[in-house]
């Protein structure tokens, strides 16, 4: 079993930058695709990014060229760096483990 613990969620101002954490623990198997999804308040849960075992990343466009995926696997944990952070990127933020594991989010607010 692998659990997945995210932090490093908060406010911050449009074009301000936070840093988001997924400390995995349990079971891990550094070769599993992980990825950061995110959910809005009303809406569904969607992806932002994933990085592969062989280290393929693939961002959605609406992110790309803001935020960056990254995993230490010697720490176990995965990163999401987050720039020029905008309102609409207000939700929870969520990371998953393969198909089926996933975080129990950390909020991100972005307001003035």
């Known amino acids: 079993q692998v659990q997945l613990v995210e932090s490093g969620g908060g406010e911050a101002q449009p074009g301000g930058s936070l840093r988001l954490s997924c400390a995995a623990s349990?079971?891990?198997?550094?070769?599993?695709?992980m990825a950061w999804y995110r959910q809005a308040p009303g809406k569904q849960r969607e992806l932002v990014a994933t990085?592969?075992?062989?280290?393929?990343?693939v961002y959605k466009p609406f992110v790309k060229g803001r935020f960056t995926i990254s995993r230490d696997n010697a720490k176990n944990t995965l990163y999401l760096q987050m720039n020029n952070l905008k309102p609409e990127d207000t939700a929870v933020y969520f990371c998953?483990?393969?198909?089926?594991?996933w975080g129990q989010g950390t909020q991100v607010t972005v307001s003035s």
């Open positions: 990085i592969a075992s062989g280290g393929t990343i």
């Open positions: 998953r483990y393969g198909s089926d594991t």
């Open positions: 349990g079971s891990i198997d550094s070769m599993v695709t």
